[in-house]
């Protein structure tokens, strides 16, 4: 089965520029949570949703950042405006909610580099 | 709210040899899931055991296991005969099992291992 597939792999853009990140879930996946890394922060859950309605965004770090899941089995983040201190490594992940629960499966991550 | 401690930046084993990397975690649940996961410089993340609360026995996966303290709501990994894979950051992580689907990480451990 495929796994969680993040495009673009990397991206380098200017200051100020719309970026767009694309994840597809595993299928039949039903949660999909949205994560971005930098040395000084770690590991930071920016969004997650559940049957493709979003749960909590309260780590969305401001206005330029938005998310997105119109079916389920595509999500995109977006930042609009694009500014260098958004320079990370964005990792999209999901997994099946129920009762027993199941881990979450990680893609390999977009290294997003804004100059 | 829960919280995840690894208070451990950096780690480093000779090959071959055992290493433990610590994980402590505050909850009022008394239910919950507990995660190692593996970055390697490939930046995927991985999966590398998983502990329910309920459960007494330890998790084993391999040379992989768990030393789960619930009292003391301590959640250890120990890795045995290290290898020069198993060089990565390793990140524990805590969900819930009621309400939320969050999963909350650790700032990570980065283990060395050394030829």
New interface residues.
């Given amino acids: 089965d495929a796994g969680v597939i993040q495009s673009p792999r990397h991206e380098v853009t200017e200051m100020g520029q719309e970026v767009t990140l694309r994840c597809k879930p595993i299928s039949g996946h039903n949660s999909l949570f949205w994560y971005r890394q930098t040395m000084m922060r770690g590991l930071e859950l920016l969004i997650y949703f559940n049957n493709n309605v979003p749960i909590d965004d309260s780590g969305m770090p401001e206005d330029r950042f938005s998310a997105k899941m119109p079916n389920a089995s595509f999500s995109t983040l977006k930042i609009q405006p694009s500014e260098p201190r958004d320079s990370a490594v964005y990792f999209c992940a999901s997994s099946l909610a129920r009762r027993e629960i199941q881990p979450q499966h990680f893609g390999d991550g977009t290294r997003l580099s804004i100059l | 709210a829960q919280t995840v401690t690894q208070s451990q930046p950096e780690m480093s084993v000779q090959e071959a040899e055992t290493v433990t990397l610590s994980c402590t975690y505050d909850t009022s649940e008394s239910d919950y899931?507990l995660?190692w996961?593996k970055q390697p410089p490939?930046?995927?993340?991985?999966?590398v055991i998983?502990q329910?609360a309920y459960k007494q026995q330890n998790a084993t996966e391999n040379r992989f296991s768990v030393n789960f303290q619930k009292a003391a709501k301590s959640f250890s990994l120990k890795i045995s005969d290290s290898q020069l894979g198993d060089a990565a950051m390793y990140?524990c992580?805590y969900?819930g099992?009621s309400g939320?689907?969050?999963?909350i990480?650790?700032?990570?451990t980065r283990l060395k291992v050394l030829a």
């Avoid at chain 2, 490939?42 to 999966?47: D, P």
């Avoid at chain 2, 990480?105 to 990570?108: A, L, M, N, P």
């Fill in positions: 899931y995660f996961y490939s930046r995927q993340m991985i999966l998983r329910e990140f992580a969900r099992t939320t689907y969050k999963y990480f650790g700032t990570g």
